[in-house]
């Protein structure tokens, strides 16, 4: 499909269309976001673990022990921008199955509290990101009204809350593997008889 074609088909989309693309739109944006933090993050960890590594190296155990306890902070706030970042990719699938499909009930409905659920999540870590998906949350909701007043569905419906709990379990799960996967492995400096 030509550039054209794709703006005479946007400029004729119905109002809930432009909000769905809207919605995909900043979705996009705060994933990207995420994923510049997610590389700074990464940077930050192994630069302080090779720190903690030279420390250990000239036997300087209070500094090694420092420079572990922060990159192990890192690594936690990694975690939940990581989390987030994979739980809004499967929002932003979801949200373009509807698109497609336009299955707006049993596909967006979970969407709602799993956006609130990240926006919490982020508040204390990355708090820009999570005023932007205050925003989205608020876009969903209007989506949501509208696709009442438009689509009439009569399947069976799961719990909302449920799904999201799902896709934010099946995102911590992804997480927890690409942590160990790109993350330096702070068990390697540890001794039994140590913790940091």
């Known amino acids: 499909m ?13 109002p809930l269309e432009k909000k769905i693309y809207y919605t995909l739109y900043e979705l996009e944006k705060v994933h990207r976001s995420l994923e510049k933090e997610t590389m700074k993050m990464q940077s930050r960890a192994e630069s302080l673990f090779q720190k903690c590594v030279k420390a250990r190296e000239i036997k300087d155990q209070k500094t090694a022990t420092m420079y572990a306890n922060e990159c192990a902070k890192v690594r936690e706030m990694s975690v939940a921008i990581l989390q987030s970042q994979l739980a809004i990719e499967q929002a ?15 596909q967006m409905e979970p969407l709602r509290p799993l956006i609130q659920k990240i926006t919490q999540k982020l508040s204390g870590v990355f708090p820009s ?68």
């Open 2 to 14: 030509s550039m054209l074609e794709r703006l005479k088909g946007i400029l004729h989309q119905t």
């Open 92 to 106: 932003m699938l979801k949200l373009e199955s509807v698109r497609y499909f336009r299955d707006l009930i049993t």
């Open 129 to 196: 990101a999570s005023i932007v998906l205050d925003k989205i949350g608020a876009s969903l909701n209007e989506i949501m009204i509208e696709a009442g007043d438009t689509f009439e569905y009569s399947g069976p419906v799961s719990s909302p809350m449920e799904d999201a709990d799902k896709i934010l379990k099946d995102a911590t799960v992804l997480a927890e593997q690409k942590m160990k996967a790109t993350f330096p492995n702070l068990d390697r400096l540890r001794s039994p008889e140590e913790t940091i």
